[in-house]
């Protein structure tokens, strides 16, 4: 047989490709935690966290941990979608390592780049997993859009007058927003048991009762989110409006594509908040915001991370010792 018709896996250069391309992965992702770490003044995070009452950073951390908790069950929507056969505890590892690494390091890495390496290692086709992380990122912005839509429409935060967008025109974002929500709604009504094939990509619209899910959810986790700063700010300002300020700012994060918002994050909440909450105040709040929801998460899926490579490692090794022994 000629070496070309050979499938992939089966060329003699593939193991070691395979081999050269996890080496890259990881070294890149090394590098970018390291590269991240030197950014972040740890003791001024630290400083943040210790000036806050022991009760109220306990109370963040619980909420932090429930939307993490949240966030981890979106891809056990995409379960359902692609019929998948992996546990729950370890959908819910894999998409918690990906959201903290998401939060940090930016979509391409967390987001994409470590879904396909961590269930690529667990068995799924590139397709399936192709398909649940569109489905994690619909079920995110939809839920986005929702709780957006609500905040910006009934509790618009006052934006500096050298914005182009004001209050007025936030209501209207609001409003276009919830339009948005309730379409995809409708569209998923109107949609489901069709398919279309786009460019090899099956694409298969969820049902009502699944799109109600992903919007409940999502609306769900940003809510949480934003209940993480407010009892941070120990309710010097009230939740609503604190809830339209930190959604505001994911807006301006998407556009500026700065990974973890660093910068972008804080200069909303200061120049939206800073008439009711004095300047030193907020910015412990949100170091010790980012240091609750951003940070420490990540410690913990690093951790994981090095743990589960190791596990996988172990057990490549131990399957391939059997296929050694036939062929002594």
Known sequence: MNATALPLAQ???WPWAKRGAATIFLLAVAALLVRQARTIDWNEVLDAIADLP???VLA?????ACSHAVYSCYDLLGRHLTR???GTGTVMGVTFISYAFNLNLGSMVGGIAFRFRLYSRLGLKADDITRIVGFSLLTNWSGYLLAAGVAFLFWPPSLPPDWKLDSGGLRVVGAVALALSAS????CAWAHERRWNIRGHRIEPPSVRMALLQLTLSCLNWSLVGAVVWV?????VGYPHVLAVLLTSAMATLIVRVPGGLGVLETVFVALLAYRVPQGQLLAALLAYRGIYYLFPLLIAAVAYAVTELRARKLR???S???QKRYV
């Open 232 to 236: 941070l700010l120990q309710n010097r």
């Open 317 to 319: 090794t131990g399957a």
């Open 84 to 86: 998948h056969t992996l």
């Open 60 to 64: 963040a951390a619980a909420v932090a």
């Open 54 to 56: 022991m009760a109220t």
């Open 184 to 187: 995809y709604v409708l569209f």
């Open 11 to 13: 060329r003699p250069w």
């Open 321 to 323: 010792k059997p296929s």
